[in-house]
T-cell receptor, first 115, second 112 residues
Framework: GAGVSQSPSNKVTEKGKDVELRCDPISGHTALYWYRQRLGQGLEFLIY????????KSGLPSDRFSAERTGESVSTLTIQRTQQEDSAVYLCASSLSEVVNTEAFFGQGTRLTVV | AQSVTQPDIHITVSEGASLELRCNYS??????LFWYVQSPGQGLQLLLKYFSGDTLVQGIKGFEAEFKRSQSSFNLRKPSVHWSDAAEYFCAVGAGFQKLVFGTGTRLLVSP
C-alpha cells in the first residue's frame, strides 16, 4: 500500500477484555516496529520484527502483551486482560530493513482507551 | 542506556519568526539522531537525520539541525516559521538497528 495502515483507528474496551491491533506495513518492508505513546510522553519501543521473527521483544511491558507477524506482512499486537494503564496510542512503523539509516515510516496509530 | 531530553513541552512562535527546538541526548558512542514531526491526526514523519559527517543537517520543509558532540545536543531550527508548522516535534536517538529512543516531544504553537 501507499503507507503504513493501522486498524482500528480508535478502540474503546472494558477493563479485562482482550484487544487486537493490526498493522499493515508498506509492501516490501521487511522490518516492522511497534511503539506505544502514552499521553504526554514520548514513544516507547515495544517490539520489532525482521521478517516474521521478533529478535527483540524487550519493550513488551508484561506477558499480557504479545505480537505476531505472518507472511512478512501484517502484524497483530494483542493485549490480554486489558488494564487502564494500557490506554495509549499504539504506533506501528515499517522500514526496508532493520539498519538504522533506513527510514522508518509510521502509521497513524490506534488510540486505545480502557474504561 | 541511551536517553533523549526535550526540555520544552510547549513553545509558541509568531509566524515568520525563527524557531529553535532543543534536544539533548545521552549515548556512549556516536549517536544516530533523528527529528520527527507529528501533525494532528497524522503519523510521524521524518524531518531529518544525522549519522556522520557534516554536523549541520538539512531536512524537509526548510528545517535544519546541528549536531554538537561537546554539548550532546541536536537542536532543530527553522529561520521562518509558517502556520502549517504547528505540530509536535520529537527528537530520537538510535543505536544499532532501528530501536529508536524518543524524547517526550515539544508542541509548537504558531501565533498569527
Amino acid at each position: 500500500g501507499a503507507g503504513v495502515s493501522q486498524s482500528p483507528s480508535n478502540k474503546v474496551t472494558e477493563k479485562g477484555k482482550d484487544v487486537e491491533l493490526r498493522c499493515d506495513p508498506i509492501s516490501g518492508h521487511t522490518a516492522l516496529y511497534w511503539y506505544r505513546q502514552r499521553l504526554g510522553q514520548g514513544l516507547e519501543f515495544l517490539i520489532y520484527f525482521q521478517g516474521n521473527s521478533a529478535p527483540d521483544k524487550s519493550g513488551l511491558p508484561s506477558d499480557r502483551f504479545s505480537a505476531e507477524r505472518t507472511g512478512e506482512s501484517v502484524s497483530t499486537l494483542t493485549i490480554q486482560r486489558t488494564q487502564q494503564e494500557d490506554s495509549a496510542v499504539y504506533l506501528c512503523a515499517s522500514s526496508l530493513s532493520e539498519v538504522v539509516n533506513t527510514e522508518a515510516f509510521f502509521g497513524q496509530g490506534t488510540r486505545l482507551t480502557v474504561v | 542506556a541511551q536517553s533523549v531530553t526535550q526540555p520544552d513541552i510547549h513553545i509558541t512562535v509568531s509566524e515568520g519568526a525563527s524557531l529553535e527546538l532543543r534536544c539533548n541526548y545521552s549515548y556512549g558512542a556516536t549517536p544516530y539522531l533523528f527529528w520527527y514531526v507529528q501533525s494532528p491526526g497524522q503519523g510521524l514523519q521524518l524531518l531529518l537525520k544525522y549519522f556522520s559527517g557534516d554536523t549541520l543537517v538539512q531536512g524537509i520543509k526548510g528545517f535544519e539541525a546541528e549536531f554538537k558532540r561537546s554539548q550532546s545536543s541536536f537542536n532543530l531550527r527553522k529561520p521562518s516559521v509558517h502556520w502549517s508548522d504547528a505540530a509536535e516535534y520529537f527528537c530520537a536517538v538510535g543505536a544499532g538497528f532501528q530501536k529508536l529512543v524518543f524524547g517526550t516531544g515539544t508542541r509548537l504553537l504558531v501565533s498569527p
